[in-house]
């Protein structure tokens, strides 16, 4: 039996991301809208798509966050209840990007059959990817920077009526080229947002964004918040049962979320 050529591949497989300056969308997100589509609700497509509820949602809640425009809406309903479906912007993200699936399947069947061998491009096809655990994530433009004497204020428009305040170094900002217009990917860790009913209470923290509990997600010691900011953006944030009992916290309530402006972290997109 002859042997088969080590470096040989039977075939190359690749997963398909779309990314421009406003959002960015792969496979598993459209499957996920796919679905959504298809079932009128979030548990139903979390289970086509084998995912959790929990997962379904941060997903969900993760494209509106990046998205140009909001992809889903959401009808009123019980904790698993309620009608879900694609806005007309997501149906138009849902059918360019499987037009451009098929385009991409089509081109890796005459990659495969060109390449010989995959180890010299290893290096190169693998670079140059970021992945973060940090689950609020938004895109927006860089509005304002007052300048200090170490570090400056950089202000970052996510949308129409909400703004993030960040703490970058002068030197920072010259070497990420962070100046008005640029954009920018803001993050902010889950556990740096403390939140409270009262919307007049005075902490020193620089960014404040009001809104309205959309989900409440107990775990065994800390629960998961999801917190409407408004124009489809949301902020996820964790506490624990016990606070959020004592808080006596339902979806729908009025509530301000604070953290401070050395939260926010600042990506630049290469």
Request: charged share 20%.
């Amino acid at each position: 039996m002859a042997k088969k050529k080590q470096n040989q591949p039977e075939g190359l497989h690749g997963s398909l991301w779309l990314n421009d300056s406003q959002s960015a969308f792969a496979a598993d997100q459209v499957n996920l809208l796919i679905a959504i589509e298809e079932n009128g609700s979030i548990s139903s497509a979390a289970k086509q798509v084998g995912i959790s509820y929990k997962t379904a949602w941060d997903r969900v809640d993760a494209m509106n966050n990046m998205a140009q425009q909001p992809l889903v809406d959401r009808a009123a309903g019980g904790a698993h209840g309620g009608g879900t479906s694609l806005t007309a912007y997501g149906k138009e993200i849902v059918r360019g990007f499987v037009a451009l699936q098929r385009e991409h399947e089509a081109f890796m069947r005459q990659l495969s059959r060109k390449v010989n061998s995959f180890t010299d491009i290893a290096d190169f096809m693998t670079g140059g990817t970021l992945k973060t655990s940090v689950r609020n994530q938004f895109r927006g433009v860089v509005s304002q920077i007052i300048p200090g004497t170490v570090n400056n204020e950089v202000h970052i428009r996510i949308s129409e009526s909400s703004e993030l305040v960040a703490i970058v170094s002068d030197e920072s900002c010259q070497a990420l080229g962070i100046e008005p217009d640029v954009r920018v990917i803001a993050l902010v860790e889950a556990s740096a947002i403390m939140l409270s009913r009262d919307s007049q209470i005075q902490v020193s923290a620089r960014n404040r964004l009001a809104g309205k509990i959309k989900r409440i997600i107990p775990g065994a010691v800390n629960c998961d918040v999801v917190v409407d900011i408004g124009d489809s953006k949301s902020l996820s944030l964790s506490m624990t049962n016990r606070s959020a009992e004592k808080l006596a916290l339902q979806e729908g309530d009025d509530v301000m979320t604070f953290f401070k402006s050395s939260a926010v972290m600042l990506l630049i997109e290469a």
